[in-house]
């Protein structure tokens, strides 16, 4: 079936550098894309979207790149801080309209200071 | 308030006893679902519900049911529960223009 994964279960970084991380979805017709934060003991978070005829957006010191090409998604964190410190999941909406959402594996982010 | 409240926060119970998760939600959504989640297969989908007069599976159904009392309220059941439903329970309710929101989770463990 169609899944949504992830490359790297666990990233580590310092404090102030830049984070990215990677998902690789495998529906072609998903049309509509979220990353999710995820800390301990807490329920996953919105932090941004991108919708399919998009290869960019921005918010605030985050950014998802979608590459349709070669179905990869990611989420590019600047300034690094220890309050980061989460999983993270990208998920997709499987050309449902929204409807239902299938989600990746997650990332744990590490923040060290 | 948070706008979507799951009880219980955590639960131990019996295999084989019957058991109710409670969902209720002040976003005004139509839309709710059921997630569970287990260390390293994510968020899976159990059942979800378009409004009150609609249900319908997801891809883990089995060995659940739901309901839906009224737009604000979904409940999931474990009729007998077992070992292998020890998990990490998400209730959330989505809108197209308000994204979804989930509920803080009930860890649950059936020994």
């Known amino acids: 079936g169609e899944s949504v994964g992830l490359h790297l279960p666990t990233l580590s970084v310092q404090e102030g550098d830049n984070s990215i991380i990677n998902c690789a979805y495998s529906n072609s017709a998903s049309d509509y894309f979220i990353w999710y934060k995820q800390e301990s003991g807490k329920g996953p978070q919105f932090i941004i979207d991108?919708?399919?005829?998009?290869d960019k957006r921005q918010g605030q010191r985050v950014t998802v790149l979608l590459n349709k090409t070669v179905k990869h998604l990611s989420l590019q964190i600047a300034a690094t801080q220890p309050g980061d410190s989460a999983v993270y999941f990208c998920a997709e909406d499987g050309n449902t309209g929204f409807q239902k959402l299938v989600f990746g594996t997650g990332t744990r982010l590490l923040v060290s200071p | 308030d948070a706008d979507v409240t799951q009880t219980p926060r955590n639960r131990i119970t019996k295999t084989g006893k019957r058991i109710m998760l409670e969902c209720s939600q002040t976003?005004?959504?139509?839309?709710m679902y059921w997630y569970r989640q287990d260390p390293g297969l994510g968020l899976r989908l159990i059942y979800y519900s378009f409004d009150v007069k609609d249900i319908n599976k997801g891809e883990i159904s089995d060995g659940y049911s739901v309901s839906r009392q009224a737009q604000a309220k979904f409940s999931l059941s474990l009729e007998s529960a077992i070992p292998n439903q020890t998990a990490l329970y998400f209730c959330?309710?989505?809108?197209?223009?308000?994204?979804?929101?989930f509920g803080s989770g009930t860890r649950l463990t059936v020994v």
């Open positions: 976003k005004g959504h139509d839309r």
């Open positions: 991108i919708r399919s005829n998009m």
């Open positions: 959330a309710t989505s809108d197209l223009g308000d994204g979804y929101t």
